[in-house]
């Protein structure tokens, strides 16, 4: 028998990774390596500010999960990147009878299954004072990203560095295949297609060229 798992239960895993670029890998391993079966490790790769609702394998992890099962996860904040939403989660799996052991927290990975009802008490206060810190911590830090990104943005900006999309202007391509248009040569669709704009975009532009030619 496994490490993660019991007679009657399974052990799941979830892991989180914030873009496509980066690896899951080295959390999968860590996961396997307490007991999880790899066909039972679910992984997203999205970032944490997507709602849970939202995040596909996460979805499939929740109907596949049953009381008396564990899931393991890597950090708290794979869960979410908003304090609120981490406990909102955890409360989810606490009320479906569903132990969550946090590979970086180690009190929630202790086995207390032996302990009389006051020590169990003890363990589980000790264990959710230590969860409402992290929590709060995990939310402190991404608040801190977020101002030292709004603060590097505002000095950009006051260097004259401009942000956004950059804006698509009439050049000599557009008004070689906008004459055509006008001509009948070609249909507004194969001008978009030799311009490479959307309609939207290619309609705008004209607007705009026929209102300074006028």
């Given amino acids: 028998m496994k490490k993660g798992e019991s007679n009657n239960t399974r052990a799941y895993g979830y892991v ?127 608040e801190k990203i977020k101002k030292r990104q709004r603060e590097g943005i505002d000095v950009a900006m006051a260097n004259g560095i401009k942000f956004g999309r950059r804006k698509i202007e009439v050049d000599e391509k557009f008004i070689v295949h906008y004459d055509e248009w006008k001509a009948k040569k070609i249909t507004a669709v194969e001008a978009m297609k030799r311009t490479g704009l959307k309609r939207s975009t290619f309609y705008n532009l004209v607007k705009e060229y026929e209102k300074k030619d006028s």
Wanted: avoid cysteine; proline fraction near 3%; charge should be negative.
């Fill in 16 to 142: 989180r990774v914030s873009t496509k670029e980066q690896n899951p890998e080295r959390q999968v391993a860590e996961l396997i390596g307490h007991g999880v079966n790899e066909r039972d490790i679910y992984v997203d790769k999205i970032t944490g500010r997507t709602k849970a609702d939202n995040r596909p394998e996460y979805q499939v992890l929740k109907h596949s999960i049953r009381p008396g099962d564990t899931l393991y996860i890597h950090e708290l904040d794979r869960l979410g990147r908003n304090k609120a939403v981490i406990l909102e989660e955890l409360r989810y799996y606490k009320e479906q009878g569903i132990r969550v052991k946090i590979l970086d927290l180690p009190t929630t990975m202790q086995d207390h299954s032996g302990k009389d009802g006051l020590g169990s008490l003890m363990y589980e206060l000790i264990n959710n004072v230590i969860i409402e810190i992290m929590a709060t911590m995990a939310q402190a830090e991404l």
